[in-house]
Nanobody
Framework: QVQLVESGGGLVQPGGSLRLSCTAS????????MHWYRQGPEKQRELFAN???????YYLDSVKGRFTLSRDNAKNTMYLQMNDLKPEDTAVYYC?????????WGKGTQVTVSS
């Protein structure tokens, strides 16, 4: 079964850190461009980070310098290190890729930044 599973969300204070994981089964993530999306309360889902198959990463300006993508091919897992979290980072975080011409989504993990 091909699936993506996110984990690592939680409640954190402003300025804190979290590391999210996205573990894939049924596909080899090193062969795909992997994406992170997030959807905040009453907001549209937004793409904010990619890691391409060659390891190159892309970040939206709002997270650049605070978030870092990495990938462990042996564990078939992508990581999102989030530092200096802000209340506006509160959202459900999803990983995604395109597999056989269709979007493959995880169920998401909730990140709440609040004091």
């Amino acid at each position: 079964q091909v699936q993506l599973v996110e984990s690592g969300g939680g409640l954190v204070q402003p300025g804190g850190s979290l590391r999210l994981s996205c573990t894939a089964s049924g596909i080899n993530i090193s062969e795909y461009t992997m994406h992170w999306y997030r959807q905040g309360p009453e907001k549209q889902r937004e793409l904010f980070a990619n890691i391409f198959s060659d390891g190159v990463t892309y970040y939206l300006d709002s997270v650049k310098g605070r978030f870092t993508l990495s990938r462990d091919n042996a564990k078939n897992t992508m990581y999102l290190q989030m530092n200096d979290l802000k209340p506006e980072d509160t959202a459900v975080y999803y990983c995604n890729t395109v597999w056989r011409a269709r979007d493959l989504w995880g169920k998401g993990t909730q990140v709440t930044v609040s004091s």
